[in-house]
């Protein structure tokens, strides 16, 4: 599908060209099984790491790419027009573990970690969510983090973790000071064989499937006290520095999957026939189509537009302020729009968008975690009208 230039240099769409491609070439190919079989593809990570699409926002001297945020959105946008289910596994492994180790990380935890996630010999997760605590994931912490001497004895467990069952690193939050609410929080970086350290139950989701996602357990886990990302008792601002960023690079999936989603409608109503002519001849399915054009182009420019706004901030201005309010912006109203392309296409597609096997189908059961993921819409419109009202 053609993309507009407008607002990206030549290098930029450059590498959304590359990315597309691979993705077409690569990643495609391995959709349906990772629906069908909830299949994890093992070798893929390594092959992206060779192919310098891992590690997109590191710098070279960790062994990264040494982009920006609007650069690795891209990658993350045409990855998800073909597999949406590995673009969310690689988001979770480049930015919300990779970045955030890189954001936050001393120098020492950073050159221990990041060349192996970078290269894709490891794989990244993040472990914050927990059984009980959702959209209160800092204030509902029951995970907790004992001193002993250099090390942290670590009991607890994280659920709906992406990357879980084939992480080999997790960046673990854990209660540090108990009884201080969203504070007394600490980010660890945990390395997945470390004893003590459980795959409890592999989850089976709806959409995104090929997505591996799990419950972890921690019991009497012995963790370095060098392993500590930040400061002790702050990891709410190692969280909240990343959440924006998050956010705003989750909000690409939807455009990839919203883009790939009108170019099959687009195909569909070309090719179907209906009362002897193709079924883009009726107004009724034009409407449709003129729709979803308006919302995947209004959502890919705004989108683009507060990534390029992330590249600005220092490190320690998101979770606050304007970018605050535009990230949590930026994923609802793609969210949304994605929800209503995704709709839209299937009913275009009639009867063969409601076989599972459709890549239709696969598209439209992904849209509600993206309601979700990341703070759901609900506490995406809290962020927006505190911001508005703080004013």
């Not at 030549?10 to 349906?32: H, I, M, S």
């Not at 990658?75 to 492994?93: E, I, T």
């Not at 409407?287 to 507060?306: G, I």
Request: charged share 20%.
């Amino acid at each position: 599908m053609a993309v507009t230039q407008f607002g990206l240099t030549d290098e930029q769409q450059a590498l959304l060209e590359v990315a597309d491609r691979f993705g077409r070439n690569e990643l495609a190919p391995l959709a349906q099984k990772m629906d069908d079989d909830e299949w994890w593809p093992p070798e893929i990570m390594r092959t992206l790491g060779a192919n310098g699409l891992l590690g997109a926002t590191i710098p070279e001297e960790y062994g990264g790419a040494g982009m920006g945020m609007l650069e690795s959105g891209l990658v993350l946008q045409a990855f998800s027009r073909y597999n949406h289910a590995f673009g969310l596994s690689w988001v979770a492994h480049d930015n919300l573990c990779a970045n955030n180790i890189y954001a936050n990380g001393n120098d020492d935890v950073r050159r221990r970690f990041l060349p192996k996630l970078c290269s894709g010999e490891w794989i990244g997760s993040l472990g914050l969510t927990e059984p009980g605590a959702g959209s209160d994931a800092l204030g509902s912490m029951r995970t907790t983090a004992v001193r002993d001497g250099d090390t942290y004895i670590i009991n607890g467990s994280k659920l709906y973790i992406t990357n879980g069952p084939v992480a080999d690193v997790c960046l673990l939050y854990a209660k540090t000071t108990p009884n201080a609410g969203s504070k007394g929080i600490t980010a660890f970086v945990v390395e997945a064989d470390t004893p003590g350290f459980k795959v409890a139950q592999k989850l089976t989701k709806m959409g995104f499937r090929g997505s591996q996602t799990a419950e972890l357990v921690f019991d009497d886990m012995v963790v370095p006290a060098e392993n500590v990302v930040g400061e002790v008792d702050q990891g709410h601002k190692v969280v909240m520095s990343g959440l924006d960023l998050e956010r705003a690079m989750i909000a690409l999936i939807n455009v990839g999957m919203s883009e790939r989603a009108l170019e099959l409608s687009v195909d569909f109503a070309s090719t179907r026939e209906q009362f002897g002519q193709p079924i883009s001849g009726f107004q009724m399915i034009q409407s449709r189509l003129a729709d979803m054009y308006v919302w995947v182009e209004t959502m890919r420019t705004f989108c683009w537009q507060v990534l390029a706004e992330c590249d600005l901030l220092e490190h320690g201005e998101a979770g606050k302020g304007e970018i605050h309010a535009r990230s949590a912006a930026a994923v609802m109203y793609a969210a949304n729009m994605c929800n209503q392309v995704l709709d839209n296409a299937v009913q275009i597609h009639g009867g063969n968008g409601y076989i599972w096997e459709s890549e239709i189908n696969r598209l439209f059961r992904g849209t509600k975690l993206l309601e979700i993921g990341a703070g759901t819409t609900e506490v995406r419109k809290m962020i927006i009208a505190g911001h508005l009202l703080s004013h």
